[in-house]
Nanobody
């Protein structure tokens, strides 16, 4: 069992930056692939970024490529999402998720564990 807790969300002006963190419990964190998803009001939860268990492979949604960076520190059981050049359309609740299979996945159904989410608001 893995428990995930996100932090770092908040209100920022368009063009600004935020860094989200996701702290995981459990000794198997380093074997899990991790992903970030987001859900805006009235919309589905969409894939944002993912990182393999080793951190050597990453993958991004086209909408955030070049602006967001996913990383992980297995010694700290933490995954990060650095968000730069934020736009109003990035406003959403951001969730981190863990996939025990260890490989990058973009589908929600591949992830077994989810955090409670953290709100990110980019104002125009």
């Amino acid at each position: 069992q893995v428990q995930l807790v996100e932090s770092g969300g908040g209100l920022v002006q368009a063009g600004g930056s935020l860094r989200l963190s996701c702290a995981a419990s459990g000794r198997t964190f380093s074997t899990y692939a991790m992903g970030w998803f987001r859900q805006a009001p009235g919309k589905e939860r969409d894939f944002v970024a993912a990182i393999s268990w080793s951190g050597h492979s990453t993958y991004y949604a086209d909408s955030v490529k070049g602006r967001f960076t996913i990383s992980r520190d297995n010694a700290k059981n933490t995954v990060y999402l650095q968000m730069n050049s934020l736009k109003p359309e990035d406003t959403a609740v951001y969730y981190c998720a863990a996939d025990p299979k260890g490989r990058i996945a973009t589908s929600r159904s591949e992830y077994d564990y989810w955090g409670q989410g953290t709100q990110v608001t980019a104002s125009s």
